[in-house]
């Protein structure tokens, strides 16, 4: 069994800023990277950022120079460091975990999610 957990979700004033954290416990053997998504109100769930344990990172257009991904492979923990948030990047953000399976293709597991609401 894998479990995915996020936290760090809260509401803040434009500007500021927010360290989301995820940590997977349970069968870690297989982790090789994570990815955060996040679902607006009303909209679909869209890539935000992934870390890959070889050191390997991603960011979408609309958050780079602004978020942070980093990941530590001992603990199986991932972080999203967001600054100079705005309205727009109020969502719902989610960790999805990505394992190599025994099958040789990717799996993946998913959070719960944790509220971000960016509000004045």
């Known amino acids: 069994q894998v479990q995915v957990v996020e936290s760090g979700g809260a509401m803040v004033q434009p500007g500021g800023s927010l360290r989301l954290s995820c940590v997977v416990s349970?069968?870690?053997?297989?982790?090789?990277?994570m990815t955060w998504y996040r679902q607006p109100p009303g909209k679909q769930r869209i890539m935000v950022a992934y870390?890959?344990?070889?050191?390997?990172?991603y960011y979408e257009d609309f958050v780079r120079g602004r978020f942070t991904i980093s990941g530590d492979r001992v603990n199986s923990t991932t972080w999203l460091q967001m600054n100079n948030l705005q309205p727009e990047d109020t969502a719902v953000y989610y960790c999805?975990?990505?394992?190599?399976?025994?099958?040789?293709?990717?799996?993946?597991?998913w959070g719960q999610g944790t509220q971000v609401t960016v509000s004045s």
């Open positions: 999805r975990a990505n394992f190599h399976a025994e099958t040789g293709g990717p799996a993946y597991y």
């Open positions: 349970g069968s870690t053997s297989g982790l090789f990277g």
């Open positions: 870390v890959t344990f070889q050191g390997t990172t």
